[in-house]
């Protein structure tokens, strides 16, 4: 082979390669990506149906409840404004308790319930997700604008 | 006083840093044998002043002087010596003492051990470490200060973060933090390469033991951090594809690239400017590690109280490392000619073969990890990217990776015959897909990836034996013994390492294809199955720790009847951060681990008990362990000592300008 055939053919072989890189992340990004939804978007229907989402907020105070069989819990969790019914199956984090922060993948059924696939909670006491202070911040800011 | 001391210890530092930085570098670019002998006590000095700010920062802790913000709020007096030392890092600023201190350790031992190098190559090494010890001590003095006072003191400290307080994390932090800064040798040998002009082979041989001692410490750090969150976080996962994970990983990659493309280059003199545009990338990615852990931008299962404020310094820091090391790259490259020429069928193509692809996976992993961020700062809505998105597209990248890994060991330099490359290897071909099909159909479980794992294991793994085997027909006729001798530690590392990703990928795949969970609310005295394994839960007693309280649960395991382990898992309460913490307990064998750990008490009297059953997950780390210690054999390979001495009366490469 020549080479000036043979680097034509190296450089032939790394775009096929990047194209497929390329063409691998696009199509696992378009059926892997988690969107996040505040309590008020999914209580106005902006969230969609049947495909995994994530929901920040505080868990609302004297809201869970355990099943029967011990393993399933059934909690809210709010961003002050609106309330979304959680329901979950497994062990919880350590710091996940009423009145704090948590974030909850999975997704919403017909019937207004998000059921968890996930509960995130955070490390440490004094840290709130960001994502889950981003919904009380939304919702505040609304508060505002409609007080006004 | 202590801790002023320390403080000024480490102001001292920066100065002798700052000396490290300029003066040598003067002294190479105009050729003064007196500027450049500066360098050496320079980095020593600036060793032993960050290792004196170290001690006074760990004796503050250790004495519990919580007049020392940074003691009394991770530190406490109930808490036990061992995390007492810890918690000096198990913090910000203090991680980010540790990370200068392991910088000038490299830095030392650069002075100690490559005495051989040409003095104007040293001293611009010795500069360019220098420069980054700077930016990172005045980092460290301008906005996260370990010696900051608490006036007046409180009577009692906080406690370290329950989940730090832990024995894999004694050792996690200064491993990986070795690894990722140890890189910056490899980068600060780039530079000073492209400086000098001077990109050749021997310039590759310098830098490869460097880079693999490197490589050895952040792969060690990364299975011991691995291993912390699979006990720890309680779920029994071992990789979350979590930001923080994936800092330590991308350039761990590089790395591993980096590794096998300083060997094209000290070997055939190829390959020299994709060399160091990766040693240039490496250190980029190490720092961008320390930004995503350090800076707080990004939701993680790791992310400790953080401060964004301080993300903007290290950003600052890690555009000036790459726009500057770029530049220069960008104005010395095109000066390198292309080395010599391979064939398709070549070691010299397997290798670059598996260059491309990792950095094409190092890429998808950062486009993961940065994308939620970009779109959160454009405020494009927030999105996460969870490890369905990695394992899509991980795997397929590095099934290639795999298949020449194998082949590369077996094909020559410069180019060589396909069939007789492929002669030795068509019996594992086939032999490795029979195993992987039979296997999967044995344990019943025939999916893709399943199959997929369990052939590419068999392949690496019948493939190092069938490597091994033809060093003996080769020396047929000689002992085997003889044969063994023979055999160069680079070798051995190389063929260690290569083994230890076939053991890695049996333990991954066994573990994620055949893992068991139940979580269940059980009473004293029921039982409960799981994977053929009875469970009886025999009730919590107290058992309270020195810094907490803690429900500990007995749990009998049995198989068939026969007892096989009692597992005590544990909920403790931590009393000073008021923070409860799951500790699970392990029975750990060579083909299953089976772990139990302890939920929440019912108002029953019941407890919630999750139970595991983890087939091969020790293989994981066996296989990690294997990647360093071939690692350790590559390094320490006779031939770099022997060469660097041979080659450096001719290192007249002092420019002369």
Redesign the interface.
Known sequence: ?K?RS?RL?LVAG?VA??VG?VA??L???Q??????HTPTEVAEGKAPVGRAF?IGGMVETGSIR?AA???TVQFAITDTAKVIPVSY????P??FSEGKGA?V?GTLGPDGQFQASEV?A??????M???AQ?AVDQAKKAAQTVAQ | MIPELGHFSLILALVLALVQAIVPMIGASRNRIALMAVGRPAAQGQFLAIAFAFGCLTWAFVTSDFSLQLAAVNSHTDTPLIYKITGVWGNHEGSLLLWALSLSLWTVAVTVFSRNLPDAFMARVLGVLGWISAGFLSFTLVTSNPFDRLLPAVAQGRDLNPLLQDAGMIIHPPLLYMGYVGFSVAFAFAIAALLSGRMDAAWARWSRPWTTVAWVFLTAGIAVGSGWAYYELGWGGWWFWDPVENASFMPWLLGTALIHSLAVTEKRGAFRSWTILLAISAFSLSLLGTFLVRSGVITSVHAFATDPRRGLFILALLVVVIGVSLTLFAWRAPKLSGGGSFGLVSRDATLLGNNVLLAVATGSVLLGTLYPLFLDALNLGKISVGPPYFEAVFVPLMTPVVVLMVLGPFVRWKGDGLGRVLRPLLPVMVASIAIGLGVAFAVGHVTVRTVLGLVLASWVLLGSAQLLASRFAERRGASAAAVLRGIPAAWWGMWLAHAGIGIFIIGATMAGSLHERLDVKMQPGQTAQLAGYTFTFRGVADAPGPNYDAARATIDVARSGIPVATLQPEKRFYVAQQMPMTEASIDIGPFRDVYVNLGDRLDDGSWVVGLFYKPFISWVWLGCLLMAVGGVFAASDRRYRRLAEREVPAGAARRTT
Do not use: C, I, T, W
């Open positions: 082979m080479p043979k053919l790394a390669l990047l890189a691998l992340v199509n696992a990004f059926q892997n990506l988690v969107f996040f994530r355990r069989d011990g393993v199956k497994g062990s919880l350590d710091l974030v993948q995130l955070k490390h440490d006491e004094n840290y997700p960001p994502e981003h």
